[in-house]
């Protein structure tokens, strides 16, 4: 999926409001306005406030537990957040990064030291929308691998490095191999945790360093059943967003050695990431984090009879795609018309769907908003409007 495209194609920016999924409802009520259904959002990884539904969330989170500010990222709340990404993925060490492609970055570049070549997937975040930041800053030599498809495996890998080896006359070393999962670009596809053993055993005999960009890597688990410290206990550093679905404004954890992590807070600087405060980040993260893999689990069983009690009715088919996890292909048939479905199913039951791109089905995402809402209801909600919607 192009995020861009997405973005511009769902209707998003016509939203009044997108407030957080259960259990974070009842501002509109404690703010006096008149009750109404809370929203369903078939988009988003997670909750995604408006300004006004942000302060109101961090005064509430305040109230609860007064937060504790950091100073120049250590300390306070983001030294709270750092020690419960630690347990999650299992690692000695963890630290506040401000954004993904840093963390991204700056994990390949120490993992790989004086060596250049790094291989990652042909449709990750490093190699398509990092800005050939590896290169052009760090001089590493990105390798693509498995071109358009979610993810490499280890022959694909073997017979790359060598090729290189063979056809390479001044020959450089290898530095890291990268693996994001799931893979944003493949519509949240996952990589094959078996295939995953398989590179990482074979990297740990040859001495090569792996690198999990898993931004989304709660996400796998939930659909997966595969704990995220299973999938981290393979790779040398993890990177997590704390954005995609932890309500936080921005920001990313990188997780790792002790070592490797020690090096990253002056890396951090250098490259211009230092802020004085990232308290308000990490305060919303680590609020969001309680409960988050049970809330997500409640979100695979939910979809799955959603989905299951909308295929039977005629006109809507919503599959499940191969590998996949919270993202989800919906088709219609000739007669309905996609446009007057959708505006049928905001107007009148605040629920949003995105619209197609091009000829290709609606992707739909499912999020913590589905816990709002009644099964049966959402059923009898797409129904009417299915009714509505036809030619």
């Known amino acids: 999926m192009h995020r861009r495209n997405f973005l511009k194609t769902s209707g998003i920016a016509a939203l009044p409001s997108l407030g957080a999924a259960l259990p974070f409802t009842g501002l509109a009520a404690q703010s006096g306005q008149a009750a109404q259904p809370d929203p369903v959002y078939f988009f988003f990884d997670g909750p995604f406030y408006n300004p006004k539904e942000f302060i109101a969330r961090l005064q509430q989170v305040n109230q609860a537990a007064p937060i504790e500010a950091d100073f120049y990222g250590g300390g306070g709340v983001v030294e709270a957040l750092e020690k419960k990404f630690m347990a999650i993925t299992g690692k000695g060490a963890a630290i506040f990064m401000p954004t993904g492609t840093m963390a991204n970055q700056l994990a390949i570049a120490v993992l790989s030291g004086d060596n250049t070549k790094v291989f990652v997937q042909d449709t990750s975040h490093i190699f398509r929308d990092e800005a050939d930041a590896a ?31 063979e056809g390479e006359v001044f020959k450089s070393g290898i530095g890291a191999i990268a693996i994001e999962n799931p893979v944003r670009r493949c519509d949240g596809r996952t990589v094959d945790i078996e295939e995953i053993k398989k590179i990482a055993a074979w990297c740990r005999e040859k001495g090569y360093k792996l690198h ?28 997590i967003s704390l954005y995609k679905y932890l309500g936080a404004p921005g920001g990313a954890m990188l997780c790792g050695d002790k ?19 990232f308290w308000i980040n990490a305060a919303m993260a680590l609020y969001h984090l309680e409960g988050l893999e049970e809330r997500l689990k409640a979100v695979v069983k939910r979809s799955a009879e959603l989905f299951t009690q909308l295929n039977k009715l005629p006109g809507l088919q919503i599959n499940t795609l191969k590998s996949g996890t919270n993202i989800f292909e919906l088709q219609v048939t000739k007669e309905i018309d996609l446009a007057k479905l959708r505006d049928a199913l905001r107007k009148e039951y605040n629920i949003y769907v995105g ?10 995402t499912v999020n913590e908003t589905l816990l709002s809402r009644d099964t ?16």
């Not at 091009?358 to 739909?364: A, L, R, S, W």
Request: hydrophobic share 45%; proline share 4%; no cysteine.
């Open 135 to 165: 290169q052009s800053i760090h001089n590493k030599r990105l390798i693509p691998l498995a071109p358009n498809e979610a993810a490499f495996t280890l022959a694909h890998l073997q017979a790359s490095i060598k090729s290189l080896d």
């Open 259 to 277: 070592a490797v992590i020690d090096k990253m807070r002056h890396l951090i600087k250098v490259h211009g990431g230092t802020m004085y405060q």
């Open 212 to 239: 999990l960009d898993g931004a989304r890597i709660h996400l796998a688990s939930a659909f997966t059943g595969i704990p995220v410290t299973e999938y981290a206990r393979h790779f040398d550093t993890v990177y």
């Open 355 to 364: 619209n197609r791109q091009g000829n290709d089905p609606v992707k739909i």
């Open 376 to 391: 049966q209801l959402m059923v009898e909600a797409f129904k009417a409007s299915l009714a509505k919607a036809r030619a």
